[in-house]
């Protein structure tokens, strides 16, 4: 009822009912782009609270805490077995520094409200129906620096979008991958700054 597949030298056991890439090769090229948008700026990321919300098993906050000095991850996603699967994960690479919740990240935003102000970079990688407006506004209330959002549904990236920038933030990078050849989809990897 489990695989395990690697990752940029990480390994993650994934339990079926869990959110994972479908393929591999194009997702470590899509995690490095994304990896490399939130460590752009390291000052916002080490030794500080970085947000991976929808975060599922946790690998992209796995991957940045891998590659950081001592950056603290809390990964927060719905479905619970990811999130069980993300605390093996850690532990299996060896990962200190990352705390998993199983909640809605809207849910989890307004009980935790002491991360009002203290978060400089959030890593945001929604499923295809992109961020309810509501959870959205709670995500923007933490009045992060940087956001790095990850979408395979550029509609509901740009409409996500929107909200974002009437509430100051400009999109600085984007990039493309192609993790679904021959078809009409795409990922997109957008790097946002206040």
């Given amino acids: 009822d489990k695989i395990i597949e690697e990752l940029l030298g990480l390994n993650f056991e994934i339990s ?4 994972f890439q479908t393929n591999p090769k194009c997702a470590e090229k899509l995690y490095t782009k994304v990896v490399d948008y939130v460590l752009e700026n390291k000052e ?23 590659k950081s000095d001592n950056a603290k991850i809390i990964g927060v996603d719905i479905v619970a077995s990811a999130i069980e699967d993300a605390k093996e994960n850690a532990k299996r690479n060896n990962i200190e ?6 909640a809605d990240v809207g849910k989890f935003l307004t009980n935790h409200p002491q991360y009002k102000g203290t978060i400089k970079t959030i890593i945001l990688d929604p499923a295809r129906a992109g961020i309810m407006p509501k959870t959205l506004k709670k995500i923007i209330d ?9 979408s395979c ?4 990236q740009a409409r996500d979008t929107e909200l974002l ?5 400009q999109i600085k990078k984007m990039s493309l991958v192609d993790q679904f050849p021959h ?12």
Avoid: W
Wanted: glycine share 10%; charged share 15%.
């Fill in 16 to 19: 079926m009912k869990s959110f």
């Fill in 44 to 66: 916002a990321v080490d030794n500080t609270v970085v947000m991976d919300l929808f975060c599922g098993t946790g690998t992209i906050g796995q991957i940045v805490a891998s």
């Fill in 97 to 102: 520094g990352l705390k998993f919740y199983a």
């Fill in 142 to 150: 933490l009045g992060a620096d940087r956001m790095v959002y990850v």
């Fill in 153 to 156: 549904n550029p509609a509901t």
């Fill in 165 to 169: 920038m009437e509430h100051g933030y």
């Fill in 183 to 194: 078809t009409a989809h795409i990922e997109t990897v957008v790097l946002f700054e206040k």
